[in-house]
């Protein structure tokens, strides 16, 4: 498969999808749902999350977690379920990080807990700060950016399914127990075009 080829399949450019090859950049969840999704995998081939199994999940008791070489902090709160349609997650967006430009099936919202960000969404920008939320159809093009000098904590809630636990992580995890950031997958995929890293 070309980087042209996944680019199209994902809803990425190519430019990004080269750098993410070069290991100079790493994409977001959303971004690497559509990797998976052009690559023909589960997005749980890349990253494993601890689950959550009755569906409640306690303020300071939830495991985080990080994609490799990012420095965004994810807190699960979704639960997996048959006819399960929602994702949902805290993130914890770090001063001058930057999300790069996306587009995918589903819709999300966003509801800024903490800090400000910066949505941009078909090319209008969009400040929110504390209290303030945003709902937006996933194919409009968008991205993201915490443009202050603090930590911005976002709940993000989407119609995408995002990271099915692996079986095996929760034999081995107790989010009871282990409060310690998750350890995901190394992101390797040999594709036809050379070795695609995200």
């Given amino acids: ?47 494993a999350t601890p689950s959550i199994g009755n569906g409640v999940t306690r303020a300071g008791s939830r495991q985080t977690f990080s994609l490799p070489g990012s420095s965004v902090m994810y ?21 001058g990080h930057h999300s790069e430009m996306v587009h995918h099936e589903g819709d999300e919202l ?34 993201w950016a915490n443009e202050s000098d603090r930590p911005a904590r976002i709940l993000w809630t989407g119609t995408m399914a995002l990271l099915r636990p692996r079986q095996e992580t929760d034999r081995h995890q107790s989010a009871d127990t282990d409060r310690s950031p998750a350890v995901v997958t190394e992101l390797n995929h040999a594709t036809s075009a050379g070795r695609t890293k995200p």
């Avoid at 080829?5 to 750098?19: M, T, Y």
């Avoid at 949505?119 to 093009?141: C, K, N, P």
């Fill in 1 to 47: 498969m070309t980087l042209q080829a996944l680019g199209e399949a994902a809803g990425l450019s190519v430019g990004f999808l080269s750098q993410v090859e070069r290991d100079q950049a790493t994409p977001s969840l959303g971004a690497l749902a559509g990797i998976a999704r052009g690559l023909g995998v589960d997005i749980d081939y890349f990253v």
């Fill in 75 to 95: 807190e699960r709160l979704h639960a997996e379920f048959p006819g399960r349609g929602l994702s949902s997650f805290v993130m914890i967006v770090p001063p």
């Fill in 110 to 143: 966003l509801y800024v807990l903490d800090g400000e960000i910066a949505q941009t969404v078909d090319g209008e920008t969009i400040r929110l700060g504390a209290g303030d939320s945003l709902h937006f159809r996933g194919s409009s093009s968008h991205s």
